[in-house]
C-alpha cells in the first residue's frame, strides 16, 4: 500500500507517517518547503513539492496512491477555503480511478458542542462548530457526497505529544513559573488523546474493508481542566495556578483557533474500537503525563 499525506511534518501528520512506515507502509508526503522535505526524508517517506494553497500541484499524485491522509491545515486567514477548495480538487483527480480513493479527513472534537458533564459526544452527534471551524463541517458533508472517494473521518481529542498539547503548554508554564492561561474555565472537560495512539488508529482505520466511517479518538474521555493542572503539578512537585482569559477582542471569529479550549466536552469512544480494534495505550491520566513529562 502507498498512501499520501499532507501535513506530514505537523503534530498529527508526523506521527501518522512514522506509524505507517513502521507498519511497512510506503508513504509519499506532501512538502512545501525544502526544509520539509528533508524532514520527510529522514523519517523514511518520500517527499513531493507542493502546496496545500495550489491543490492542482498534488491532488493527481494524491490521487494515484491507494490511499490519503489528510492532516495539513494553513491555520491563516485562508484556511477554510484552502480547505474546502483542496478536497474538492481531490475528489474531482479521484474521479478518473478505477476503485475508489480512499481518505481519511482529519476532523476535530471542536467541531461538536458543549454537553453537560453526564453527557457524551458519540459519532451521532450533530455538529456546533466556534465559527473559526465551520469550513470542517461543510467540507465534510461535501466529501461524503458521491462514490469517488470512500471516506473516514476521525474527530481527534486535544492531541498531546511532548513538545504540544495541553501537557506540553501546562508543564512549560509551570516550568516558567507563570500561571498556565487557558479560555477554559477549571471545570471545563477537555477530552485528551496521546498522538502515537491517534496515528495508531490512522494505519488500523486505512486497514479495514468498510471504509465510510466517522470515528471519535480519544483516551481520556474528559478530565476537568483542572485535575489535569493538578496532576502535572504532582509529576514535577511545583503548583500551577489556572488563569481563564477571555477572547482577544482583536481577533475575529473566523481565525479564532482557541476557542475550541472554551468547549467543556465527553466523549465516546467505543465505535473507534468496534470499528477498527483499535486499542489506546495511554488509558489513563497519569501513565499519558509520565510519558510526555520532560
Known sequence: MDVFVTGGTGLIGAAAVKELLSKGVRVVALARSEASADKLRALGASAFPGDLKSAESWVGRAASCDAVIHAGATFSEDMGRVDRLSMLALKQAAKHRKQP???????GVWLFPSL???????EK??????TAFRFMAETIRTLSHGTDLNLVVIHPALVCSRLAGPIADMTTALKNGTPFR????PETLWPLIE????????????????????????SISGIPVRHLASHVSARHGLPLEIETVKADSSTPPETDWNAGYALS???????????????PYFSTIEDMIVSLSR
Open 182 to 185: 487557558t479560555r477554559a474555565k
Open 101 to 107: 480513493l480512499k481518505l481519511i479527513y482529519t476532523g
Open 125 to 130: 452527534t450533530p455538529f456546533a462548530p466556534p
Open 265 to 279: 466536552q465527553k466523549i465516546e469512544i467505543s465505535q473507534a474500537q468496534r470499528a477498527t480494534g483499535w486499542q
Open 195 to 218: 498522538v502515537n495512539d491517534l496515528a495508531a488508529l490512522y494505519v488500523q482505520a486505512l486497514q479495514q474493508a468498510r471504509f465510510r466511517m466517522t470515528l471519535m479518538a480519544g
Open 116 to 122: 453537560g458533564d453526564t453527557e457524551k459526544i458519540t
